[in-house]
């Protein structure tokens, strides 16, 4: 793929979207945007990648594994998004290059407006928590707890890079965030919180209620097939569909790592695809990345 080609990909749009960029709050999104929403899966797609589910959900880790990049074409991808020089900002443009080398050459960077309407949207739905119900019961407090990712801390050196690529049904994204204390503190409980729903909460079903209606959905967690000396800290991979329509599945992986002084979160969601092992290692790697850089 030629750079202008790469360049004509890259997406130009840079409105705010609603619920965006959060793997793991596309878990509870559907409490916030309804399905067919702009961004179906609760996350934010670059232009030519799509974050619905259900769709090519059987197709093989082979299928939605995209065609490797050039270290040039990858290069050439993440100068198109100029994310700046903080440590926060290297972290996410080195973890960026890595996936564009895997051939999720579709990228974005989120604006700081993007990011202010996602820390109000995760404030959303915890004021809307009340409209769910989760069984187990004692599932719900972590399963709300979940809904986190870096750019939710309350730290201005944040970035965030979404990736695609047009073999991939969904949308990948990685997130960097700067650590200080109190930061590091909720970063710890996340992971704790991660620990938790693999241990207890393994298959849940979720009832949302909307205006005189419910929809029920099943959700299950489980451990990805991390590699040994793998930079992650914590992994999940979990699975939502509706109780009636097991065939409209949606998967997301989620990894994350701590530094001394920043944490990474990478994630991929979408068919089905994404939770498979050549997922966990293209994830492993772009957090590796990350790391290298900061």
């Not at 399905?35 to 797609?45: K, L, N, R």
């Not at 579709?106 to 739905?125: C, G, K, M």
């Not at 187990?136 to 407090?141: D, I, Q, T, V």
């Not at 409980?189 to 909307?210: A, R």
């Amino acid at each position: 793929m030629a750079a202008a080609d790469t360049a004509d990909r890259l997406p130009a749009r840079r409105a705010a979207r609603r619920c965006a960029g959060l793997a793991l709050a596309a878990l509870l999104a559907l409490t916030g945007c309804a399905p067919g929403d702009d961004d179906g899966a609760g996350t934010s797609a670059p232009d030519g990648a799509s974050a619905s589910a259900g769709q090519d959900g059987d197709a093989s880790a082979d299928d939605a594994k995209p065609e490797p990049a050039s270290e040039q074409e990858a290069a050439d991808v993440v100068d198109q998004l100029d994310l700046g020089d903080r440590q926060d900002q290297r972290m996410a443009a080195a973890a960026a290059e890595r996936a564009a080398s895997f051939g999720f050459v579709r990228q974005r960077a989120a604006t700081d407006e993007e990011i202010s309407t996602t820390r109000e949207d995760n404030a959303a739905r915890l004021r809307d928590a009340s409209r769910t119900t989760v069984e187990p019961s004692e599932c719900k407090a972590p399963l709300n707890a979940l809904d986190f990712s870096p750019i939710l801390l309350d730290q201005e050196e944040v970035s965030r890079v979404d990736v695609g690529a047009g073999s991939f049904t969904g949308t990948g994204t990685v997130e960097v965030a700067r650590l200080d204390g109190p930061a590091r503190q909720r970063v710890e409980k996340h992971l704790q919180t991660v620990n938790t729903l693999l241990t207890d909460c393994s298959e849940m079903t979720m009832t949302v209620t909307e205006g005189d209606s419910t929809v029920d959905y099943v959700l299950t967690t489980e451990k990805p097939d991390l590699s040994d000396g793998t930079p992650a800290q914590s992994a999940i991979t979990w699975t939502r569909h509706p109780a009636s329509d097991e065939e409209n599945t949606l998967t997301a992986q989620v990894l994350t790592a701590t530094t001394a002084d920043s944490v990474v979160m990478v994630s991929f969601v979408g068919q089905q695809a994404a939770g498979d092992k050549e997922f966990t290692i293209m994830a492993e790697e772009i957090v590796a990345a990350a790391e290298r850089a900061g």
